[in-house]
Nanobody, 115 residues
Framework: QVQLVESGGGLVQPGGALRLSCAASGRISSFLSMAWYRQAPGKQREWVAT???????NYADSVKGRFTISRDNAKNTVYLQMNSLKPEDTAVYYC?????????WGQGTQVTVSS
């Protein structure tokens, strides 16, 4: 099973930026996809963005134009660049890897957007 470790979360003011990282134990170039999800207090986990093996990316409407998912195959790391952050972006952000063997999740990293 793939091990995933997220980092980069923290407290940021509205309008600010953060970059999340997700380091994988395996070769992400062989994965079908990698994605970011988030879960706000009292809400269900929701999908944020996906990057597929071929490089195609998809985004939730709520983050389109503000967030960018990318990857560094040499470092086996996926990133989520978050700009123009809003209080409603506050959540625990999780990384998910999709492989032929199934899905793996990280433990999450907290992002808090507040003045």
């Amino acid at each position: 099973q793939v091990q995933l470790v997220e980092s980069g979360g923290g407290l940021v003011q509205p309008g600010g930026a953060l970059r999340l990282s997700c380091a994988a134990s395996g070769r992400i170039s062989s994965f079908l996809s990698m994605a970011w999800y988030r879960q706000a207090p009292g809400k269900q986990r929701e999908w944020v963005a996906t990057i597929f093996s071929g490089g195609t990316t998809n985004y939730a409407d709520s983050v389109k134009g503000r967030f960018t998912i990318s990857r560094d195959n040499a470092k086996n790391t996926v990133y989520l660049q978050m700009n123009s952050l809003k209080p409603e972006d506050t959540a625990v952000y999780y990384c998910r890897a999709g492989t032929l063997q199934g899905s793996s999740w990280g433990q999450g990293t907290q992002v808090t957007v507040s003045s």
